[in-house]
């Protein structure tokens, strides 16, 4: 499969301009109740196991160091409603117009309920949501240890809620660093452009659960994310 390559980014963006934002927090109207998700949370890490990540190499398939995940949307009649959604972030150049996700319609058996009202905040259709353990000691910027592209915002938007005490919560985006600690707040992360998650500097495993929606393309991304994202 061919990938996206990270020293190309900006020649993704012909047809739609990237986002002036690389990580944002989103209005307030998004924010969530930590109460509800901590207790979700912790039901789900009672019943079920995260699973480790694997990604595909040249040599075969290998899993990712300290990197786990666990998901919440699946495909109808998923033999596999807990992971498969697990790479579904990894699309190639042939599908380039193409929103991601949109197959997965059907709630995981790791569902709760509060995840109703959080995706009831948006009007369009959320495709994804994740449960992502990083542990610490541990950078997600691929095992060369160089950032990645996951896809453009007119493919999907993503989103992220801070969920673990006492972590410093660090993307890396053009070589920036943007850092956050835990909130009721949701967070836009531009997958567009080279990115990684970084955990080095912790002593904390973190979590966070991040959802991915289908854009509407009629309004740019910064419109989206300072009104009304979809």
Known sequence: MYMYDVNKWQ??????????HNVVGLPNKYDINLDEIDSGIKDVLNNFKMIPYTVDSPI??????????????STLNSKDPLGQGLLSNVHS??????????????????WFPYLDEVVSKFRGQVTQIRLIKLEAGHDLLSQEK???IDYPWYRGIRMHICITPGANYTWRVLGKDYSFT????????D????????NSHNNNDRY??????IPHLDNHIDYQIENQII
């Open 208 to 213: 966070v659960l991040n959802f991915n929606l």
């Open 191 to 198: 997958t567009g452009k080279p990115h990684g998650a970084v």
């Open 93 to 110: 150049h042939k599908t380039i117009d193409s929103p991601i996700d949109i197959e997965y319609t059907e709630k995981s058996p790791a």
């Open 11 to 20: 020649e993704l963006y012909t047809d739609y301009q990237p986002s002036k």
């Open 60 to 73: 075969g398939k290998h899993v990712v160091p300290g990197y786990y995940g666990l998901c919440f949307k």
């Open 146 to 148: 160089t950032a990645h």
């Open 182 to 189: 835990r909130s009721d707040k949701m967070f836009y992360l």
